[in-house]
């Protein structure tokens, strides 16, 4: 910690103390923040690099890989070329995206869907033991995934859905739903009462006031977990290799598939790494706002 | 507690707050017009069938799965657990496990704290946290190739040796030329004794020593090598380090000529009764000269060091660094988690309470670790066991970094669960138990979680 605040506060020590700044603190503190911002520009490229890296690598040849850093692009430009992405492209890739895409969409929607009938029934309606359930679930918010691979793995044998894209689906949809539930009921619970009083009142029933009081209401919340939810399918590795056959992988199994030999493989790994992270990027890039809010609110888990 | 990354933040809108803050009261007495429980369970009915089959009885089932053996029939009670505190293997991987969890949140807390304060101070913390926190949506499968491809160990390739090699061949002129020696017979002037190159008569000031060498590999030879010259005669020890070999045949062994090229970058030591009395380093056409030496006779040598190959950085896809390695990736991903949230942490502290400080004579550094890092706390408290709960669950990077040969030393329980599970073992009794384990490490933070939750809530 020591060296976080020596760090933090490069013009400590050398400021006077005193309310009046005289010219002296006036240039230290200059100097201090040019010396802050290279180090943070230093720091920017440090995590932006290795990305770019990845690009220039899909889209070069294996050859000139093989032979040379990416880094060279910038004193000796090698041409560019899409070759890689071709190859990908004519290979199993096209169809893992697809894999992806119908897995994520629709643990989205279930996702949102069930979690804001939970979520509003914690909040508004009175029911026995509605707060020890609610601890329940907070307890749940971190139950590691490994807890239920076996068990589900028995289960989808015996009901014939192992290696589907539903039972996939329904994996994440039922380990989404902790987090999910948690944060829209906390959501719901700040909606002002007088406006579902005022519904009530006028005898509409629950499933109306749900649909058309609470719901457009918690857009806000539900905008944000919608991102959280889709970016954490998008990226699961973990219960697609328990859970997808090779027919029904998303991107990262297949990916993973062709680590084994990763320096010849090499062009479809960056590529395919590339690709498969543009999507979560634009998402992230469109709706940072709601991303940040939506991990602020979670960050238990 | 809203926050966002760019500009200003908004009033607060009603987002829940997370499990630190505490949620709003539920306003359970003014509702009298509520919907019967029959219509509640109508709501909750479809969530709780998939926590109840997905979630909790996965939970049961696991832990009498982890009492049997590996066919699911022959009970052999704590038996699976005993054998993952007795094999070897398992005892690496919790060995790694333990690491992670020591290293991996404090340095990620840190980090984050860092960036918080220091993006405070520029005009562009929007971009820096852009840029900091994108990993955050990228796959851990596509981080891993990415970090694959940074700690390639050939510095041609690697970024992360490339940069290594480069930081430390700018500091030690050394320059490596492997496999090369000096010309052997009797009329080279120079021998080879332990490794070192040495003269065998001992140097006078004011005669140029000649250094003969032979065995250069032409893809060591330096591009700025040139054309060797003879060092001047003069005041002071000097001399000559050249490879002695004309291509194509010709020219005069054990004399400079023309068309041979010096070694630049040789370090050269001039010995005085065993001990070192100057050192110095070749120029591009190979000579070398020590200035302001004694009068009197050395022995000119050039170390070892010169003969050995050049520095190529660390093998950090190897077995001893693999974890330290993983574990760099993995605060890359996670640095710009801990930046946003202690950032605003550090939005909320109230600015009369650092300015009356101030106006106290408090020194920054004072203010920070007196004032800021304790309001801040609960805030660090969130980031620090998000991160111990992160890495106890540490899977994918390990995985996809890691390659094949290596993973028995990278190995995490997450990856052996699955690995026993699933992978050539296929011994789910064993994997339960590895399942009720990680459960287990975890459970301390769940009883957390809930507390703090009742806490917020009464």
């Known amino acids: ?301 | 507690m809203t926050e966002r990354l760019d500009g200003p933040q908004d009033p607060p809108a009603q987002v829940a707050g997370g499990p630190s803050t505490g949620p709003a009261e539920t306003p359970r007495k003014q509702r009298r017009l509520g919907p019967s429980p029959t219509v509640a369970i109508v709501f909750l009915l479809p969530a709780a069938l998939l926590l109840g089959i997905w979630v909790v009885y996965p939970i049961v089932y696991s832990i009498f799965r982890s009492l049997f053996d590996s066919t699911g029939s022959g009970f052999v009670g704590l038996g699976n657990y005993a054998m993952i505190f007795s094999d070897q293997g398992m005892l690496t991987t919790i060995r790694n496990n333990l690491i992670w969890v020591v290293v991996a949140p404090i340095v990620v807390t840190t980090i984050g704290l860092i960036f918080a304060v220091l993006t405070e101070r520029i005009r562009w913390a929007t971009a820096f946290k852009l840029i900091v926190f994108m990993p955050m949506a990228v796959s851990l499968m596509a981080a891993g190739v990415v970090f694959r491809l940074v700690y390639e160990e050939n510095p041609d390739k690697g970024l992360a040796n490339a940069i290594l090699t480069t930081v430390h061949d700018t500091f030690s002129s050394s320059q490596g030329y492997p496999e090369a020696r000096p010309r052997e017979g009797d009329q080279s002037p120079v021998a080879l004794q332990g490794g070192a190159v040495v003269t065998k008569q001992p140097a006078q000031v004011g005669t140029p020593v000649l250094f003969p060498i032979v065995g250069v590999k032409p893809e060591v030879m330096p591009s700025n090598a040139q054309p060797a010259k003879a060092a001047p005669a003069g005041d002071g020890l000097s001399g000559t380090v050249w490879f002695d070999f004309t291509q194509g045949g010709g020219g005069t062994n054990n004399a400079v000529d023309a068309s041979e090229r010096g070694l630049p970058g040789v370090t050269v030591e001039a010995v005085r009764d065993g001990q070192v009395a100057a050192t110095a380093t070749t120029a591009d056409d190979g000579t070398f000269r020590f200035d302001g030496l004694p009068q009197g006779s050395y022995v000119v040598r050039l170390p070892q060091s010169n003969f050995e190959a050049a520095y190529g950085g660390l093998t950090w896809l190897g077995p001893a660094l693999i974890t330290p390695a993983i574990i760099g990736a993995f605060v890359w991903v996670w640095a710009g988690f801990a930046m946003v949230l202690i950032a605003a942490g550090l939005a909320a502290i109230p600015r009369d309470a650092l300015e009356a400080a101030r106006i106290d004579g408090a020194t920054e550094w004072q203010v920070f670790r007196k004032i800021t890092v304790p309001l801040l706390s609960p805030v660090l408290l969130v980031v620090f066991v998000t991160m111990i709960i992160n890495t106890l669950k540490v899977f994918d990077l390990v995985f996809i970094i890691a390659p094949p040969s290596v993973q028995p030393q990278a190995n995490v329980i997450a990856l052996e669960m699955w690995r026993v599970s699933f992978q050539g073992g296929n011994n789910q009794g064993l994997g339960s138990a590895l399942a009720i384990f990680l459960l287990i490490l975890v459970l301390p933070f769940m009883i957390m979680n809930i507390r703090r939750f009742r806490r917020g809530d009464s």
Do not use: C
Request: no cysteine; net charge neutral.
């Open chain 1, 1 to 301: 910690m020591t060296t976080t605040a020596t760090a933090a506060a490069p013009s400590s020590g050398l400021e006077t103390g005193t309310p009046r700044r005289g010219v002296l603190s006036k240039i230290v503190d200059r100097l201090g923040s040019g010396v802050v911002q290279v180090v943070m520009v230093l720091l920017g490229l440090f995590w932006l690099v290795p990305t770019l890296g990845l690009l220039v690598v899909s889209m070069r040849t294996t050859e000139v890989n093989n032979a040379e850093g990416w880094w060279t692009i910038f004193t000796k430009p090698a041409e560019l070329t899409l070759q890689s992405y071709q190859g990908l492209l004519a290979g199993g890739f096209t169809a893992s995206f697809w894999n992806t895409v119908l897995i994520t969409v629709p643990t989205t929607v279930l996702v949102i869907g069930i979690a804001a009938m939970a979520a509003y029934a914690f909040a508004w309606m009175d029911f026995p033991g509605r707060d020890g359930a609610f601890l329940v679930v907070v307890g749940l918010l971190i139950v590691p995934i490994q807890i239920a691979l076996i068990p589900i793995a028995v289960i989808y044998g015996n009901v014939g859905i192992f290696g589907s894209i539903l039972g996939v689906v329904l994996f994440h949809t039922a380990f989404g739903l902790p987090f999910a539930i948690f944060l829209l009921r906390n959501f719901f619970v700040g909606i002002p009462a007088s406006l579902l009083e005022a519904a009530r009142m006028d005898g509409a029933p629950e499933w109306k006031i749900f649909v058309s009081v609470v719901f457009p209401l918690g857009k806000p919340a539900i905008a944000s977990l919608g991102i959280f939810q889709f970016l954490w399918v998008w990226n699961d590795m973990l219960i697609a290799l328990v859970f997808a056959d090779s027919g029904n992988q998303p991107m990262t199994k297949y990916l993973q598939s062709q680590m084994r030999q990763f320096g010849s493989n090499m062009d479809i790994l960056s590529s395919g790494a590339f690709l498969s992270l543009i999507i979560p990027l634009v998402l992230f890039f469109a709706f940072q706002r709601y991303f940040v809010q939506g991990m602020m609110a979670g960050s238990v888990k």
